[in-house]
C-alpha cells in the first residue's frame, strides 16, 4: 500500500511515495517559482507527484492517498488553506483542487504539524503516545501529539509554540509582541546574537570564519567558532541554548510529553545542542523528581519528516 507526501515550500515543492513501512520509494521535486495563482502551484505540485510515483515505478491507480504539508492556517476538515502570506493563499481549496488533478483522495496540514506528525510515526517520536517537535528555523515552529493524536486547537490554529513569551517587554516579535521565545530561538535570533557579539569583540575568530563581513554570519557560525576555543562565540552559544532551554521547559511543563524532540537547520549541532539543553531541563521541569531521565532529542528525518507525516494524513483525517 503506497501514499504520497507533499511538502509545499517557498522554493521548492517536494513529493514522494512512502510505502506502509514510511520508507520513501521514490520521489519528485520542482520549484515553487512564486509569486503565482494557486492554479499554477497545484499544477506544480501535480507535477511533482506524478515525477514521484514515476520515480517509484508505480501508477497513480496505485496510490491509496496523498496530502500536503503548507505553510499558514489550514482547515483541514475543509481542504483548505485559509491564509498563506508568502503563498498567496487565502481560503484556496487546495484539497478538491488536487483531487481535480490527480483522482485521489488528498489531505492537507500545516507543515510544521506535518513535519511533527511524521517524527512521530516514523523517526524521533516513534513508539510515544505524548509528543512534541519543535523546529529551530527561521522562526520557532513545532507541533504537539496528544494520545497519537495532532492537537492544533479550535481552529486548527494552535501550536505556536515559538509566541510564547519567554521574557516580558524582551526583544520584539514580528507577530507583535515582545518577548516571543522565537525572538531568542529561532536561527533568525542565532544570527543577531552572533553579528551582536562579533561587535563587541572584533578579535574574535567569528570574524575569520565570516570573512570578515557581517552579511555573511549564518547559524553555523558561533558553533564553528566555539569549536576553535573562541571565548565569545562560546558566549552566544551557551547563551543560545539557555534561550531554546527555557521555552523547552514550557512546552515540557505544559504539555509533559514522553519525548520533545527538535529539528531544523540548527539541529545539525546534535548532541552540542541536546546535551545542553537536557542537563537545563531535567534540572527544571517540574517533573524532575518523579519521571527521571533525558526528555529531549534531535528531529531523526530531517526535511523527510514533513513528507513522510503529510503522506499519513488520511489516518487522521479520513
Not at 506502509?20 to 499554477?40: D, F, S
Not at 502551484?41 to 501508477?59: H, P, Q, S, T
Not at 496510490?63 to 502570506?85: E, L, Q, R
Request: glycine share 12%.
Amino acid at each position: 500500500m503506497y501514499r504520497l507526501g507533499i511538502d509545499l515550500g517557498g522554493t521548492n515543492i517536494a513529493a514522494a511515495v512512502v510505502d506502509e513501512n514510511y520508507k520513501i520509494v521514490g520521489r519528485g521535486k520542482v520549484k515553487t517559482a512564486l509569486p503565482r495563482p494557486a492554479e499554477e502551484i497545484c499544477d506544480a505540485m501535480a507535477e511533482a507527484a506524478r515525477a514521484a510515483i514515476a520515480d517509484a515505478g508505480l501508477e497513480i491507480s496505485d496510490i491509496v492517498a496523498m496530502g500536503v504539508g503548507t505553510p499558514g492556517a489550514v482547515d483541514p476538515s475543509k481542504g483548505i488553506v485559509n491564509f498563506a502570506n508568502n503563498l498567496g493563499f487565502m481560503n484556496t481549496p487546495i484539497c478538491p483542487m488536487m483531487k481535480e488533478r490527480l483522482g485521489v483522495d488528498f489531505y492537507l496540514e500545516n507543515d510544521a504539524n506535518a513535519a511533527a506528525y511524521g517524527e512521530f510515526l516514523a523517526g524521533a517520536g516513534k513508539g510515544t503516545k505524548n509528543f512534541v517537535a519543535v523546529t529551530l528555523g527561521t522562526g520557532v515552529g513545532g507541533g504537539i501529539v496528544i494520545d497519537g493524536k495532532l492537537f492544533s486547537g479550535s481552529h486548527y490554529a494552535g501550536g505556536e509554540l515559538g509566541h510564547t513569551v519567554i521574557n516580558v517587554d524582551g526583544e520584539q516579535c514580528s507577530c507583535g509582541r515582545k518577548g516571543c521565545w522565537e525572538a531568542y530561538a529561532s536561527a533568525t535570533a542565532l544570527i543577531r546574537q552572533t553579528k551582536a557579539k562579533m561587535e563587541e569583540n572584533k578579535d574574535s575568530v567569528m570574524w575569520e570564519i565570516a570573512d570578515g563581513d557581517l552579511e555573511k554570519v549564518n547559524g553555523r557560525t558561533a558553533w564553528d567558532a566555539s569549536r576553535k576555543g573562541d571565548k565569545a562565540a562560546t558566549e552566544v552559544v551557551n547563551t543560545y541554548c539557555r534561550y531554546v532551554s527555557e521555552g523547552v521547559v514550557d512546552m515540557m511543563n505544559i504539555f509533559e510529553p514522553e519525548l520533545i524532540c527538535i529539528g531544523g537547520g540548527i539541529s545539525n549541532e546534535k548532541e552540542n545542542l541536546s546535551r545542553p539543553v537536557n542537563d537545563f531541563v531535567n534540572q527544571f521541569r517540574y517533573t524532575r523528581f518523579s519521571d527521571p531521565g533525558d526528555k529531549v532529542c534531535i528531529a531523526a528525518l530531517g526535511n523527510d519528516a514533513g513528507i513522510i507525516g503529510a503522506a499519513f494524513l488520511d489516518q487522521l483525517y479520513k
